[in-house]
């Protein structure tokens, strides 16, 4: 049970460190202190080469719970909801637009890395000969 604790504590430490340096990173790119520590985040796992294992067995509990996070940006379409009023259709289409944009780069990514990895037999099923 201690060891559970640290390792939340741990992962919260983490979490907390990569928002205050992307805070700081944010006076030279102008980016939010969010995205800034995700970039921080990606960067140190690159380096590192994998997720530490004490952010492995924490991390998935916490995405469970994401829907939180989100509470945030709903409140602020209350606070401003004659605004999205004056403007829902731009709105969706910018909702709908991105989307089908972004689905787009990602299939077209997920192709070309795919294309170009090695061919392995991954389906146990298949009994042709090699």
Do not use: C
Not at 108 to 127: E, I
């Amino acid at each position: 049970m201690i060891k559970r604790f640290l390792q939340h504590i741990g992962t919260l430490i983490v979490l907390i460190g990569a928002y205050e340096l992307g805070d700081v990173v944010s006076v030279v790119i102008p980016l939010p202190a969010t995205i800034n520590g995700l970039f921080i985040l990606l960067l140190v796992f690159a380096v590192y080469g994998k997720v530490p294992a004490f952010l492995n067995a924490v991390i998935p509990l916490y995405l469970g719970h994401m829907s939180m996070f989100f509470v945030p940006a709903i409140m602020a379409v209350w606070l401003f909801q004659q605004a999205v009023y004056d403007h829902w259709l731009a709105l969706v289409l910018a909702l709908v637009l991105t989307t089908i944009a972004s689905m787009a780069l990602v299939m077209w990514v997920s192709n070309t890395l795919l294309k170009s990895s090695p061919k392995t037999n991954s389906d146990p099923t298949d009994q042709s000969p090699q």
